[in-house]
């Protein structure tokens, strides 16, 4: 079936007269779910633009009262997609799920990165747009969640802008652009125009400088501990491997139908209910924000850490993380040099440990005790635990691994130097062959065609 897929194929570009489309080709070792974590993120990104063009047919973004003691447009028409709209309950969950979805495959996708080294030569600015990807990722879960028009969403949704306030000089800029002339109508226009026009369109720029840099460079080799493996593969490389159609076409489809379906029976399992709307008197809600801020909401209750503190060290580890390929090849020694294996790097490794294991316990901290104030020796106990839980381990084994490494490396000498059955005696002196980094070209090939 696939070489009659490859002579089709064939066809096609002979009579286009393009030779290339669309991704380059893949090598066999990469077809597997976890070298694919951005094209999941390129999947739900598209999914969220399909279900939220559909929702815009129905959505009204006004704040105005649908008449004398009626609720805000925007709440009314949101509860008209449930309510009234053929499986609009069903759109609807998918969007709000879809958007949870995409910032954590975007999360999967940064820290798998961060864990393997891509962001080493020659791929710093894929690293940086990356980077910045997420960050916008963020900002269109932030101004969407405010457009339900709920009591929870715009409580939630003022203290953000509250943290962004405090912020000396860039805060108010950054406010009068969300708050515009303050009213709740103005707050509630600008978080649609730039959860529908604004930062689309900047994802939608964004996206394709990463997959313009993806191509230029191509799939990162497998992560090894030799420095002199090659970090890109050549244009002879192309060749040997696997082409876009058939294979990675489907390939990447089969992951797409798969994520689709999860999220739909995932949003028709568990659909979103609608809290009460804003202005309601029925009850009061908590102004907490969703999961990906609950962590920056909890930084901001512990004791003497003031609001301009908690974004200004948000603001420093950014800065850290998109200016990161420079200061390793300027400090060398926090990453392990060339190298790109995990057990090489153990200062990162503690780095992308110790991120996770706090956003995990900021997220859940946030979760069942929020708007509570913790005491400077509750939380410096916390973190000082998180340091060591992840540090105490890699002191441990890293040492163990080196050890191992050398003991392998040295066997793998005294054979290369031991004669073959039958064959001369090795130079004395003579080093070993480098071990291959990728397989061989006929395996390669027979796996990808």
């Known amino acids: 079936m696939n070489r009659s897929l490859d002579r089709i194929w064939d066809f096609v570009e002979d009579r286009a007269g393009v030779k290339t489309w669309a991704l380059r080709p893949q090598p066999a070792f990469s077809f597997n779910a976890s070298y694919w974590t951005g094209a999941f993120v390129a999947t739900a990104f598209l999914v969220q633009v399909v279900t939220g063009l559909l929702l815009l047919l129905y959505y009204i973004p006004s704040a105005a009262l649908t008449g004398p003691g009626g609720t805000p447009e925007a709440w009314a028409s ?12 069903l759109l609807l969950s998918s969007h709000l799920y879809g ?35 997420l960050v916008t990722m963020l900002g269109m879960g932030f101004t969407g969640y405010l457009l339900p028009f709920t009591a929870l969403s715009v409580g939630a949704t003022d203290v953000g802008i509250s943290l962004t306030l405090s912020v000396p000089t860039l805060g108010p800029l950054a406010a009068r652009l969300l708050i515009s002339d303050g009213t709740t109508q103005g707050l509630l226009s600008r978080m649609f125009a730039l959860h529908v026009v604004v930062i689309p369109l900047a994802l939608a720029g964004l996206l394709y400088a990463h997959l313009s840099l993806f191509e230029s460079h191509g799939i990162a080799p497998r992560a090894t501990s030799d420095p002199r493996a090659k970090n890109k593969f050549t244009e002879h490389d192309d060749r040997k491997l696997g082409r876009f159609f058939p294979r990675v076409f489907f390939y990447m489809t089969k992951w797409a139908l798969f994520y689709v379906g999860l999220l739909f029976l995932i949003a028709a399992a568990w659909p979103w209910q609608l809290p009460v709307y804003y202005g309601s008197t029925a009850g009061a809600a908590s102004p907490e924000p969703d999961w990906y801020f ?19 060290s948000v603001t420093a580890l950014l800065l850290f993380i998109l200016f990161l390929p420079w200061i390793v090849q300027i400090l060398p020694w926090l990453d392990g040099g060339k190298r790109r294996h995990p057990r090489d790097r153990p200062v990162m490794v503690f780095v992308g440990n110790f991120l996770v294991s706090f956003f995990v316990l900021m997220t859940i901290w946030g979760g069942i005790m929020p708007g509570v104030q913790i005491p400077a020796t509750i939380y410096g106990s916390y973190l000082g635990i998180l340091v060591a839980a992840n540090a105490i381990p890699l002191m441990i084994l890293y040492p163990l691994y080196k050890a191992n490494y050398r003991r392998r490396m040295l066997a793998r000498e005294l054979r290369a130097k031991s004669p073959a059955p039958g064959g001369p005696p090795a130079p004395v002196g003579s080093l070993p062959a480098p071990r291959p980094t990728a397989s061989p070209p006929q395996e390669v090939s027979a796996r990808g065609s």
């Open 99 to 133: 958007a949870y979805a995409t910032i954590f495959l975007a999360f999967v996708h940064f820290f798998r990165g961060f864990y393997t080294g891509v962001y080493k030569p020659p791929r710093e600015l894929s690293w940086m747009v990356g980077t910045l990807l």
């Open 78 to 89: 949101t509860n008209y997609i449930i309510t009234s709209v053929p499986m609009g309950w």
């Open 294 to 312: 609950l962590w920056l909401y909890k930084m901001a209750d512990f004791q003497y850490v003031t609001p301009v503190v908690a974004v200004g």
